[in-house]
T-cell receptor, first 117, second 114 residues
Framework: AQKITQTQPGMFVQEKEAVTLDCTYD???????LFWYKQPSSGEMIFLIY??????QNATEGRYSLNFQKARKSANLVISASQLGDSAMYFC??????????????FGTGTRLLVSP | NAGVTQTPKFQVLKTGQSMTLQCAQD?????MSWYRQDPGMGLRLIHY???????DQGEVPNGYNVSRSTTEDFPLRLLSAAPSQTSVYFC?????????????FGDGTRLSIL
């Protein structure tokens, strides 16, 4: 079963507007973490934001925020005031068993965001 | 502030050739791992290590070997390259004890097998 689902292969947004990238996950582990990474056309993976399953508040990092709805098992990334440099591939990833040694990251298939002027 | 360094950035091999992808990190991270990225499939874990001398298999380990003789280095070996191993390979490291810390990725190695 797919553990991380990103249903939007591509998204378009105009500069300065906000955009939400969807991510749903599947786990039975009560202790997990959710990560968002950005991959620009140059190819590197850039960490954006983290949300732990026990965190009481939604994570925020500058223009990035995570809309975490635990009961719905969703962890959507919200980018406010989009910039041209936000055009990239965005990956949602999950790590289970957060306190049990190495935990692999399971990635979704990604959403390609294009920001237009 | 190098972080995770991967070499080479690009490589073309013929079927049956062997090669080693290098990965080094200067953050004293305990955990290191190798992922491959294929179109439409996200990243998948190949092998990982929780410290020097300790390695284990990930989701797609066949055709790859790893070893970890030092904290800093975690090379990935292709013993006999196959076209199915054409992919982009990422090395990552993380502190280990702090489970909410993200994995830091290298810039990737784009590998083509002819």
């Amino acid at each position: 079963a797919q553990k991380i689902t990103q249903t939007q292969p591509g998204m378009f947004v105009q500069e300065k507007e906000a955009v939400t990238l969807d991510c749903t996950y599947d786990t039975s582990d009560p202790s997990y973490g959710l990560f968002w990474y950005k991959q620009p056309s140059s190819g590197e993976m850039i960490f954006l934001i983290y949300q732990g399953s026990y965190d009481q508040q939604n994570a925020t990092e500058g223009r990035y925020s995570l809309n975490f709805q635990k009961a719905r098992k969703s962890a959507n990334l919200v980018i406010s005031a989009s910039q041209l440099g936000d055009s990239a591939m965005y990956f949602c990833a999950m790590r289970e068993g957060m306190n049990t040694g190495f935990q692999k990251l399971v990635f979704g298939t990604g959403t390609r965001l294009l920001v237009s002027p | 502030n190098a972080g995770v360094t991967q070499t080479p950035k690009f490589q073309v091999l013929k079927t049956g050739q062997s090669m080693t992808l290098q990965c080094a990190q200067d953050m004293n991270h305990e955990y290191m791992s190798w992922y491959r990225q294929d179109p439409g499939m996200g990243l998948r874990l190949i092998h990982y290590s929780v410290g020097a001398g300790i390695t284990d298999q990930g989701e797609v380990p066949n055709g790859y070997n790893v070893s970890r003789s030092t904290t800093e280095d975690f090379p990935l070996r292709l013993l006999s390259a196959a076209p199915s191993q054409t992919s982009v390979y990422f090395c990552a490291s993380s502190p280990g004890h702090y489970s909410n810390q993200p994995q830091h990725f290298g810039d990737g190695t784009r590998l083509s097998i002819l």
